[in-house]
Structure formats: structure tokens, C-alpha cells
């Protein structure tokens, strides 16, 4: 009997010594966690003062230029950036470093583009955005669309003062398929008229972030411009692990 009571003692000890450890393991790998997300934080704060510093830069360049056409390409080059940094502040200031929601995204995209125009008030968003979170490599590319789809309609649509509305939406089509449209009840362009052959510079870039993101890319007349593009949503169970 007290041999037996010997060993299980020297169990209980063994077993209490190996939770010791098990705990010490644990508590090193929450430390190694926190210290990877504190550093992926900082990567992304430091990208977007780095952006920042950036448009600083094209700011003081623009003061000293009176062409029109190099104004207006700084401008665009302005908000490029800024759509970039804008998901590098998000993911900096969320708890979740790899995933962006696209709603407080969109709305502040939004809001910023309409202060960096003049004579704005007169157009109406209309922001149709389900609940959607995007990994960063998505959110991206869905960003610079929304920038040039945008600027193209408030730049464009709408002539002569007129008053009009661009409606943005994200939406759900099937099984994690999912369509960016960004669409104005404007002029729209001229019959015939391929936008993506014969387009600005901004309706190729959309075409090259679609192809970024392996989805489909179209641009219509439609009572205005319509801007489509379809893309599959990453799996967010890929982008946690």
C-alpha cells in the first residue's frame, strides 16, 4: 500500500510538472503572438505614414507645375494613395490585422473623394454595401477600383453643374461570389465607344486590378455608366490561418 501511495505521488508530481510546462509553453506563445501582431501593426502604420509621406511629396511638386494635364495626373496619383493608405490605417486600428470591413472602408473612401472635389454637393451617393470583409490582397485592388470608378463619375457624369447620383454597391451574388458596381444616371459616353480600349488611363488600371483579383471587368452605357466587376472572395478561414 505505501509503495503504491509512493507512486502515485510521483505521478501527481510528474503530472503537476508537465502542466507547469504546458502553462510556461502557452504563455510564450501568447508573448510570440502579441509581438507578431504588434509588428504586423507597426508594418501597416508605417505604410501608411510612408504613403503619406508620398502625397506630401506630389503636394509641394504640384505647387510648382501650371500645366493642367500634370495637375490633374498628381491629383489622381493623390488619391490612388491615399485609397491605399486609408486600408493600412484600417488594419493598423482594428483589432484583426489581415481582414478589412469594406463598409467603413467604402464610406470613408467615399467621404474623402467627395471633400477633394469642388461644387460636390450636388451629386448623391447612393451606398448600397453588404457586410463584407475583405483579406488585404482583395481589399486592394477593390479599393483602387472604387477610386477610379468614382473619380471617373464625379469628373465626367455630370456636365453643365448638372445634378445626379452614383450609386455604389457591394453585393453577394452566390457562394462567395461577390459584384463591385459603381454606377451614375449621368451622360454616359459616347455611342460606340470602348472604354477600355480607347479610355483613360484609369479604365486600364480597373482592367489590370481585375485580372488581380481573377475576376471579370465590364463598363457600360445603362442610363449612365455602369462600372461591374465580379470576383470570387477569399476564404476567410485561409486568410485567419
Known sequence: KQHSNQQLQEQQQEIAQQNLSLQELIAIQDKLLDEKEWLVKEIHHRVKNNLQIVMSLLNTQA?????????????????????ISLIHQKLYQSENVALIDIQEYVRELISYLKDS?????????????????LDVSQAVPVGLILNEAVTNAIKYAFPSMAHGTVTVSLQYTGSNLLALTVADNGQGF???????????MGARL???????LEGAL????????VVTVTFKQQPLADTIA
Open 63 to 83: 505647387a510648382y507645375l501650371h500645366d493642367e494635364d500634370a495637375l490633374d495626373a498628381i491629383r489622381e496619383s493623390r488619391h490612388r494613395m491615399q485609397a
Open 117 to 133: 472635389f469642388s461644387d460636390i454637393q450636388r451629386i448623391y451617393f447612393d451606398l448600397q454595401i453588404a457586410d463584407i470583409q
Open 190 to 200: 459616347p455611342e460606340g465607344f470602348d472604354m477600355l480600349t480607347r479610355g483613360s
Open 206 to 212: 480597373m482592367d489590370t486590378l481585375t485580372e488581380q
Open 218 to 225: 465590364t463598363i457600360k452605357n445603362a442610363g449612365g455608366v
